[in-house]
């Protein structure tokens, strides 16, 4: 197993555990997106006929919410997004040491190692602060609806509150809408940034296939910014109630 050991301890072998991870995280911001994006259909009905809530995501965030194996899978979140931000951060570090006396040498050429080491900065910051809103987002919203915050009262606990409630209750503050909109911008310039880079981690550096990966990496990153972004807005302009 050492041999696992050293090509994982390895420049090589971070960036591909970035790359991996970077892309399962991708991949939880879509289903999440998908989930969220709910929020704009009308109520779903329970068998009786009922409405879920005011909104279809009320419905879908019970149906997740009844699942046995969510703790699970938000364990496992918590460890990639860990796995993530430690790896690149690891990364950066490991490339500046590695520049040593040449770095001031190096930042003058704005295409040598200069250039690349301010971006993977600017990539190691971005990341940290997405991920940060990503988890404060999802912490927030499953707070709210299980009651949590009125468990620390002696006062008698409310029926859970469905999600749609939880977004107004938060999003409608001018200040809350604002953190979740720049959050957003940043999910967007990461990803874009993160997309490359992944892609080139794994080998898929072609002068045919670059340019349309760059190009899916643009509008994968638009859409999310504007799915993400579009819900505070909708709900502090009153458009969401």
Same mark, same amino acid.
């Given at each position: 197993?050492?041999?696992?050991?050293?090509?994982?301890?390895? !420049?090589?072998?971070?960036?591909?555990?970035?790359?991996?991870?970077?892309?399962?995280?991708l991949g =939880?911001?879509?289903?999440?997106? $998908?989930? %969220?994006?709910?929020?704009?259909? @009308? &109520?779903?009905?329970?068998? &009786?006929?009922?409405?879920?809530g005011? /909104?279809?995501?009320?419905?879908?965030?019970?149906?997740?919410?009844?699942? @046995?194996?969510?703790?699970?899978?938000?364990?496992?979140?918590?460890?990639? =997004?860990?796995?993530?931000?430690v790896?690149?951060? /690891?990364?950066?570090?490991? %490339? /500046?040491?590695?520049?040593?006396?040449?770095?001031?040498?190096?930042?003058?050429?704005?295409?040598? !190692?200069?250039?690349a080491?301010?971006?993977?900065?600017?990539?190691?910051?971005?990341?940290?602060?997405?991920?940060?809103?990503?988890?404060?987002?999802?912490?927030?919203? /499953?707070?709210?609806?299980? %009651?949590? =915050?009125?468990?620390?009262s002696?006062? #008698?606990? +409310? #029926?859970? +509150?469905?999600?749609?409630?939880?977004?107004?209750?938060?999003?409608? %503050? #001018? *200040?809350? &809408?604002? *953190?979740?909109?720049?959050?957003?911008?940043?999910? !967007?310039?990461?990803?874009?940034h993160?997309? $490359?880079s992944?892609?080139?981690?794994?080998?898929?550096?072609?002068?045919?296939? !670059?340019?349309?990966?760059?190009?899916?990496?643009?509008?994968?990153?638009?859409?999310?910014a504007?799915? =993400?972004?579009?819900?505070?807005?909708?709900?502090?302009?009153?458009?969401?109630?």
């Amino acid at each position: 197993m050492n041999w696992l050991s050293r090509v994982l301890t390895s !420049s090589i072998g971070q960036k591909l555990i970035a790359a991996l991870s970077g892309l399962g995280l991708l991949g =939880f911001m879509l289903v999440h997106a $998908q989930g %969220n994006l709910r929020i704009y259909l @009308p &109520a779903a009905l329970d068998e &009786a006929g009922n409405p879920i809530g005011t /909104r279809a995501i009320d419905a879908y965030a019970e149906h997740l919410h009844d699942q @046995p194996w969510l703790p699970l899978a938000e364990i496992s979140l918590l460890i990639l =997004f860990l796995v993530h931000i430690v790896t690149v951060v /690891r990364l950066v570090l490991s %490339n /500046r040491a590695a520049r040593g006396a040449t770095r001031y040498a190096a930042s003058g050429n704005k295409s040598g !190692s200069g250039a690349a080491s301010k971006a993977s900065m600017t990539m190691a910051v971005s990341g940290s602060i997405t991920m940060a809103f990503l988890l404060v987002h999802v912490i927030t919203v /499953r707070a709210t609806r299980e %009651n949590l =915050f009125q468990s620390w009262s002696s006062a #008698p606990h +409310e #029926p859970m +509150e469905h999600v749609t409630a939880a977004l107004v209750t938060h999003l409608s %503050n #001018p *200040f809350m &809408a604002a *953190f979740y909109v720049v959050g957003s911008l940043l999910v !967007s310039w990461h990803l874009f940034h993160g997309i $490359q880079s992944a892609a080139r981690s794994l080998g898929v550096n072609h002068n045919k296939y !670059s340019p349309l990966i760059e190009k899916a990496g643009l509008a994968i990153s638009i859409l999310l910014a504007l799915a =993400f972004a579009s819900i505070p807005l909708a709900i502090l302009f009153g458009l969401i109630k």
